[in-house]
T-cell receptor, first 111, second 111 residues
Framework: AQRVTQPEKLLSVFKGAPVELKCNYS??????LFWYVQYSRQRLQLLLRHISRESIKGFTADLNKGETSFHLKKPFAQEEDSAMYYC?????????????FGKGTKLSVKP | DGGITQSPKYLFRKEGQNVTLSCEQNLNHDAMYWYRQDPGQGLRLIYY???????QKGDIAEGYSVSREKKESFPLTVTSAQKNPTAFYLC??????????FGPGTRLTVL
């Protein structure tokens, strides 16, 4: 079954510290992966997707097929990064075309 | 700001009542989705529609119904059969198999 796992419900770091939000997926083929972010009182929005290989708001995510991971990283966290982060996998087979979401990680950046 | 809208923002329902949540998009997307967001559960897919006049059950469709009579609209009805309807409901739209764009959400509370 295709699945996305985000092992941390809550991640708390201090401003200026590096941050890594973990995402592991289960899928035997070539995955298409996304990170979505939900800031307080704002709608869920796309942060980045691995095929674009962009860096958005200082965040990057590298696909590691060997470890089936797509961890989200930022070298220096800012207070405005505090939000809920969801990793998602584009489904195949019975879930063709749908996004399969992890349960999310709440990032709290303290001053 | 257009795009995808949901109404109402807050909805209160008495037990035993059906309620309908509205979702409209002007992005010309063929695909639309309904998710339920609960703390610690992530986003769970209720129903999705790839094209007008067609829709499919998601992972937690019991107690919900939808219709897709127009490309722009995908209303969700929460029926009295839904045992635990209090939640935050998110609607999304996309080109099928691509990035999903989300609405601001409707918070439903059963009194």
């Amino acid at each position: 079954a295709q699945r996305v796992t985000q092992p941390e419900k809550l991640l708390s770091v201090f401003k200026g510290a590096p941050v890594e939000l973990k995402c592991n997926y289960s899928y035997s083929g070539s995955p298409e992966l996304f990170w979505y972010v939900q800031y307080s009182r704002q709608r869920l929005q796309l942060l980045l997707r691995h095929i674009s290989r962009e860096s958005i708001k200082g965040f990057t995510a590298d696909l590691n097929k060997g470890e089936t991971s797509f961890h989200l990283k930022k070298p220096f966290a800012q207070e405005e990064d505090s939000a809920m982060y969801y990793c998602a996998l584009l489904g195949h087979g019975g879930s063709q075309g749908n996004l399969i979401f992890g349960k999310g990680t709440k990032l709290s950046v303290k001053p | 700001d257009g795009g995808i809208t949901q109404s109402p923002k807050y909805l209160f329902r008495k037990e035993g009542q059906n309620v309908t949540l509205s979702c409209e998009q002007n992005l010309n997307h063929d695909a639309m989705y309904w998710y339920r967001q609960d703390p610690g559960q992530g986003l769970r897919l209720i129903y999705y529609s790839q094209i007008v006049n067609d829709f499919q059950k998601g992972d937690i469709a019991e107690g919900y119904s939808v219709s897709r009579e127009k490309k722009e609209s995908f209303p969700l009805t929460v029926t009295s059969a839904q045992k635990n309807p209090t939640a935050f409901y998110l609607c999304a739209s996309s080109i099928w198999g691509d990035e999903q764009f989300f609405g601001p959400g409707t918070r439903l509370t059963v009194l």
